[in-house]
């Protein structure tokens, strides 16, 4: 019996932390210097239902130097356009921070 309560646990315990939202549009716009990246999800509540709210996530291509110096290689980190000035390695981790603020997953 105490076995199969410590089995109920962990999968109640991983049931609630799963991120679960779906993926509403991804594309890439724009060109060298003015490349970006842009995911918006749709969050799900803690029931598992699609929520009506949205995370918009975006993310720049990351350049140094000025005028014909500049060079644009790489991305920056990706970010949650509520919160811009937080940035997140994946757009998953975005995602899940901003359903997360939203009070849903």
Known sequence: MKKLFTVFAIIIAATM??????VMSSKEIGKDDA???N????CTTELG???NQTCS???YVKC???????T??????????RNPEKQY??????ANACCRAMGLR
């Open 49 to 51: 239902k699609i929520s």
């Open 72 to 81: 644009c290689n790489g991305w920056q980190g990706w970010r949650d356009l």
């Open 64 to 70: 140094s130097g000025t005028g014909t110096k500049k």
């Open 39 to 42: 995911v918006v999800v749709k």
């Open 17 to 22: 932390s799963a991120n679960a939202y779906q």
């Open 57 to 59: 996530l975006r993310r």
């Open 35 to 37: 490349k970006n990246q």
């Open 89 to 94: 390695s994946d757009w998953k981790t975005a």
